[in-house]
C-alpha cells in the first residue's frame, strides 16, 4: 500500500514559480511509475508529467513543456514537480499518482492505482 501526500501548492502571480512535492509511504513507491495530474474547475482531469521509477524517462504535456520539470528521489520517497513561468491557465488542483503506467501509458489516469488529496495552485494575471 502505498500513500502519497502532496505539499507546495498556493497563489502565484504569472511569471512565477512553484514547486510541489509528493511524498509516499510504503517501500513499494519506488517500483512505480510517478505522475502529476491536474484539474481546473469546471474542466476534465489531464495529465501534466510523468517519470519512470528509476528516472529514466519522463514525459510532459505539452502545454507545460518547457516550463514544468518532474523529478524523484527514491530514496526519500518523493516525487517533485518544478513549476516555472505560471500561467493563468495552470490553476488547479494538482494531484500527485504512482502506478504501473509504463513509457507508453504514462498519460492513463486509472493506471495509477494510488493518487494523494490534490493541492491547490492559483495563478493570478
Known amino acids: 500500500q502505498v500513500q502519497l501526500v502532496e505539499s507546495g501548492g498556493g497563489l502565484v502571480q504569472a511569471g512565477g514559480s512553484l514547486r510541489l512535492s509528493c511524498a509516499a509511504s510504503?517501500?513499494?513507491?519506488?517500483?512505480?511509475?510517478g505522475g502529476w495530474f491536474r484539474q481546473a474547475p469546471g474542466k476534465e482531469r489531464e495529465f501534466v508529467a510523468a517519470?519512470?521509477?528509476?528516472?529514466?524517462?519522463?514525459n510532459y504535456a505539452d502545454s507545460v513543456k518547457g516550463r514544468f520539470t518532474i523529478s524523484r528521489d527514491n530514496a526519500k520517497s518523493t516525487v517533485s514537480l518544478q513549476m516555472n513561468n505560471l500561467k493563468p491557465e495552470d490553476t488547479a488542483v494538482y494531484y500527485c499518482?504512482?502506478?504501473?503506467?509504463?513509457?507508453?501509458?504514462?498519460?492513463?489516469?486509472?493506471?495509477?492505482?494510488?493518487r494523494g488529496q490534490g493541492t491547490q495552485v492559483t495563478v493570478s494575471s
Open positions: 499518482a504512482a502506478g504501473s503506467a509504463g513509457s507508453g501509458s504514462y498519460a492513463k489516469w486509472d493506471l495509477y492505482n494510488y
Open positions: 510504503g517501500r513499494t513507491f519506488r517500483s512505480y511509475t
Open positions: 517519470i519512470g521509477w528509476s528516472g529514466g524517462w519522463t
